[in-house]
């Protein structure tokens, strides 16, 4: 993962430092993208840019949801800056520009993070459904019998009505993590930062906002590398 992180993210600052000298970002933030060859160039720049930043976010969210390890990655110092100062400051600016030039801005609202409303309960519905439909096609020694290689059905059924149990909004939060990025190996981080970075993540995901505020609250003057 963080090969082809590095690589997307080099790629990235290569088509940024070439726009950049092309065109400053308030320009491009004010859609003035001049004509010509130059509006070609700059639109073409752009598109790859847009495939850049959503490869990145992509793999850096897939680095929280499916991996079990510390949520850090490490990656150069140059493109760690980069990362920092261009794509999370002005990443949706970049992508709405690549959708004004390229005549998309129908779609300019998908970069808008639906954290304002509740998700509704797709995830929930369908655990729900699939669980309540195999037990009212099981006889009564059947249910006993997938209970006894392993699957408690009636159990899931009353752990998925639980109030709390809310695996789309679960998943909508997780949607907003992104790991830490570091340039030196994460191995170096001391075990207590990689752990509490851990719980802080896992809190955040499920939900629980006290709790991951809590374990936010790190000894700053205690050094986080080894």
């Known amino acids: 993962m963080s090969d082809h992180l590095n690589i997307t993210l080099a790629l990235a600052k290569q088509a ?26 700059i639109a073409e720049l752009l ?3 847009n495939t850049g930043i959503t490869s990145i976010q992509r793999t850096l969210s897939e680095h929280v949801t499916d991996s079990s390890e510390a949520p850090i990655l ?27 030039i ?23 519905n369908a655990i729900s459904w699939g669980l309540e439909r195999w037990n009212d096609m099981l006889e ?28 789309d909004e679960w998943s909508q939060n997780l949607k907003l993590l992104q790991p830490v990025l570091v340039d030196r190996s994460p191995q170096v981080m001391r075990d207590h930062v990689r752990y509490r970075l851990t ?3 896992r809190a955040f995901a499920y939900g629980l906002w ?7 609250s790190l000894d700053f003057h205690a050094p986080l590398f080894g």
């Open 210 to 216: 006290m709790a991951a505020i809590a374990l936010s």
């Open 199 to 201: 719980e802080i993540y």
């Open 16 to 41: 940024y430092d070439e726009l950049a000298r092309l065109a400053p970002l308030t320009e491009l933030e004010r859609c003035e993208f001049g004509s010509g060859p130059k509006r070609e160039r």
């Open 102 to 124: 390229a005549g998309l801005s129908m779609l300019i609202d998908l970069l808008d993070d639906p954290t304002d409303d509740k998700p509704k309960p797709l995830m929930l």
């Open 47 to 49: 598109k790859k840019l």
């Open 74 to 100: 490490s990656v150069p110092p140059a493109h760690r800056a980069f990362y920092n100062e261009v794509i999370l400051r002005h990443g949706k600016s970049l992508q709405r520009a690549y959708f004004e």
């Open 140 to 167: 009564e020694d059947e249910s006993f019998e997938w209970y006894e290689r392993g699957f408690n059905i009636e159990g899931a059924q009353d752990l998925v009505a639980m109030p709390w149990f809310q695996p």
